[in-house]
T-cell receptor, first 108, second 114 residues
């Protein structure tokens, strides 16, 4: 089956710093989503981005489907950005396959 | 509008008991998914319902796990004869259509088997 790798596994930032999270996948996909899991365990949808570039406030994402990777950019990080960021991909006829996540800690 | 809801939010049960977990998808969503998140494990797929098609059960870890979806809406995940390794957060998601559509997750049910 398709493999999803996220890097880095852990990231520690000072408030105000920028960061880039990466997601590599091993096959073509027709769904790619980025989620933020908050401290209460809720998965918050950040982006639905099987290809192209999107921006939402301080967050943006780019997926280069032909090269099988996606990047999540967080600018001017805040303590509330802390948590686990998951990339998940899907192919026709399958459910989402999740990466192991990047744990982000932002300190003030 | 209302998101995906799940109940109960927490469930503690004794080993060997049966449990039922409920999921109410977003209204109008034809696809419904169950996933599990265990300590030290990632999120793993369990079962997928799409419209009136036969469900994809390929992720169910054992025959103690089953799920049904009534009237194309509410779904119940049943775990029979629970084991300690079943302790996890069970997450439900729904989408407008198949896998190519954006999935939205509920808050999860935390199951603890003692």
């Amino acid at each position: 089956g398709i493999q999803v790798e996220q890097s880095p596994p852990d990231l520690i930032l000072q408030e105000g710093a920028n960061s880039t999270l990466r997601c590599n996948f091993s096959d073509s996909v027709n769904n790619l989503q980025w989620f933020h899991q908050n401290p209460w365990g809720q998965l918050i949808n950040l982006f639905y981005i099987p290809s192209g570039t999107k921006q939402n406030g301080r967050l943006s994402a780019t997926t280069v489907a032909t090269e099988r990777y996606s990047l999540l950019y967080i600018s001017s990080s805040q303590t509330t950005d802390s948590g686990v960021y998951f990339c998940a991909v899907g192919q026709a006829g399958t459910a989402l396959i999740f990466g192991k996540g990047t744990t982000l800690s932002v300190s003030s | 509008g209302a998101g995906v809801s799940q109940s109960p939010s927490n469930k503690v049960t004794e080993k060997g008991k049966d449990v039922e977990l409920r999921c109410d998808p977003i209204s109008g969503h034809t696809a419904l998914y169950w996933y599990r998140q265990s300590l030290g494990q990632g999120l793993e797929f369990l079962i997928y319902f799409q419209g009136n098609s036969a469900p994809d059960k390929s992720g169910l870890p054992s025959d103690r796990f089953s799920a049904e979806r009534t009237g194309g809406s509410v779904s119940t995940l049943t775990i029979q004869r629970t084991q300690q390794e079943d302790s996890a957060v069970y997450l439900c998601a729904s989408s407008l259509g198949g896998v190519a559509y954006e999935q939205y997750f509920g808050p999860g049910t935390r199951l603890t088997v003692t």
